[in-house]
């Protein structure tokens, strides 16, 4: 990789990575985004997560999601840990138009289904062809 290519990939990763105000471990989960004629759907892997503890935000064309994991029982002295806890935390720019006010989500076994439904603007339009 050049000095050069190395210079930009470092100035987006600081211009695209937040900054954390708690010391906690942060996680960038997985997604898978689909998209059909009406919405967008976004299947983010947050394993450990309660409904309650999942925020997510729209504005201005992006989407946040902040997922907080509680710290599992700390007075077991574990043989084996390999699960670690810590936040999930993902930004997306959205491209499409969105209707903010009619976005959902669910969170079911670990996996946060967010449901961002194209507004009629975005939405593709049938044209009729008249014959003359």
């Known amino acids: 990789m050049t000095r050069n290519a190395l210079a930009t990939r470092e100035k987006q990763s600081e211009l695209t990575t937040p900054e954390r105000t708690r010391s906690t471990v942060s996680f960038t989960p997985r997604v898978d985004i689909l998209e059909n004629q009406d919405e967008l759907v976004l299947l983010a892997d ?23 994991c509680q710290s599992r029982q700390e007075s077991i002295n574990y043989l084996a840990c390999e699960y670690d806890i810590g936040d999930y935390y993902r930004a997306f720019t959205i491209g499409e138009a969105i209707d903010a006010e ?22 593709p339009k049938r044209i009729t062809v008249k014959a003359e």
């Open 46 to 68: 947050v394993p450990g997560v309660q409904p309650g503890d999942v925020d997510i935000r729209f504005e201005n064309g992006e989407l946040v999601i902040h997922g907080r």
């Open 102 to 123: 009619r976005i959902s989500a669910e969170l079911k076994h670990g996996v946060l289904t967010v449901h961002l439904p194209k507004s009629e603007a975005a939405k």
